[in-house]
Every structure is written in C-alpha cells, then in structure tokens.
C-alpha cells in the first residue's frame, strides 16, 4: 500500500496497523513457499504440529480477531459463537482450530492466511481510535494478541526450518521502522519490539536482540524485570542487568 495513499484515507495508526499487517503476510508468504512439499504436512515438525497446522493456526486467530474487533465496533457485548470463547484455555481452543483446519489442502489454508489479512485490514479500517485501543491497558486490538505480536512467535519457527532467517530479519527490521514513526501506544511497541528481540536473541543476532531490548524498555519499562528471567534472552546474559 504506497504511503501517500495510506495516510489519505486512514488515521496514522490505522495506517501503521495495516502496514504492519501486509509486512507480516509478504514475510509469511515467502518463508511458507521456502517449505519442501514434502514436509509440509510432516506431523511433528514443530511438536505435534506440521508446517501447515502453523499456516492455519496463524491465519485462524487473525479471523477470529478480525471478527471480535468488528463485534467491538458494533457494539456487541458477545463474539461469534463458532470462535472460541475468549476464556477458554488457549490450548483447547489450539486443538479445536487445528482439527477445524487438518483436512484442508495446503492451498486452502494459504488463501484463508490471505483472507484472514483482508478481513483484519478491513476490521481496522472500520475501527476507531477507541475501539482499536482498548481502554483497560491501552493494547492495540488485533495487533498486540493475534497479528504482528502472534506472527513473531512462530514465523522464526518456520525461517530455522527452510534458512530463511535473512528474510525474516527483512520483516523485522520493517516492523522496526513502522512502530519508530510512533502511532502504535507505547504498551504495544514494546512488546512487539520485546518479541522481536527474543527472536533474534534466539537465533544468535545478540547485537540486534540488545537495540532492540533497549527500544523496548524505553516504552515498557516494566519489560526490564520480564528479561532477566527470559530463557529466550539467555544468550545475553548479564547485559539485561545494565540495560535494565
């Protein structure tokens, strides 16, 4: 989406929301075309799951956002019935998705990964500053749980599996740039910004994991106390301490 036409007809932090979105599909879309074939629908490449129970499963929880977000600028005090409900445990609600998703073709649940985009995109399009920030922590709807945030946690998964870890730290350093410009509350940018560092502290780029951590820490300063205990932030070791 070409900037000029993103900020004509959108709020800056719709703007960076949708931004943000079609940097994560483009990413997703090529480390999931880097996998063999072959694999992917091998049980047991990521615990029990495959590489396509990872596809469905981010592109399933965006829909269900998309679909709660739009509930919320409707007004509606319930979410739609065939979701999950939001107290349920997150590892039922897991199981429940991944049976929904385990006879689609790896085709369809590309294109739902792609519908699930659109439908978030157009959640966030319709949703004012209000609906998009909830007022009890100020998270990002969307974003924070189910979009960006969600993606981080699985897509460096999937860039270990296939050596695309180059292209991952393209999508990262994007997600950088946009939270940079500010829009994002500061409670959302530093957590996908923490994430982002666990990541790359995962996969041995310690000097990225270290800015990072410290852009981090400048809008949650309560992150500081979660990275001492962080097994992901292992590698860095006691330079949490001074940046804390």
Not at 21 to 41: Q, S, Y
Not at 124 to 152: K, Y
Not at 210 to 218: D, V, W
Request: hydrophobic share 45%; charged share 25%.
């Amino acid at each position: 989406m070409p900037a000029d036409m993103a900020t004509a007809t959108h709020t800056p932090l719709q703007a960076d929301l949708i931004a943000m979105l079609h940097a994560l599909r483009d990413a997703e879309r090529d480390l999931f075309a880097m996998v063999p074939p072959g694999t992917r629908e091998a049980a047991g490449t990521f615990g029990d799951w495959s590489p396509k129970d990872v596809l469905a499963h981010l592109g399933a929880w965006r829909a269900i956002e998309a679909r709660r977000l739009e509930a919320r600028a409707a007004g509606e005090a319930a979410f739609p019935t065939e979701d999950p409900p939001p107290d349920e445990p997150i590892d039922d609600s897991n199981v429940m998705l991944q049976a929904r998703h385990r006879d689609l073709t790896w085709e369809a649940v590309a294109a739902e990964a792609d519908a699930s985009v659109a439908a978030l995109t157009s959640a966030v399009e319709r949703s004012s500053t209000n609906v998009l920030c909830e007022c009890d922590d100020g998270s990002v709807a969307g974003i924070g749980a189910n979009g960006v945030n969600h993606a981080v946690g699985h897509l460096p998964e999937i860039a270990g599996l296939v050596g695309g870890g180059a292209r991952f730290d393209e999508f990262a350093r994007e997600i950088e740039t946009i939270l940079h410009a500010g829009h994002v509350p500061p409670r959302d940018s530093g957590t996908i910004l923490y994430n982002i560092a666990c990541a790359q502290a995962l996969s041995g780029e310690l000097d990225d994991a270290r800015r990072l951590l410290a852009a981090a820490f400048a809008r949650r300063h309560d992150l500081a106390d979660v990275a001492k205990d962080d097994p992901d932030l292992a590698a860095l070791g006691g330079v949490l301490t001074s940046q804390a």
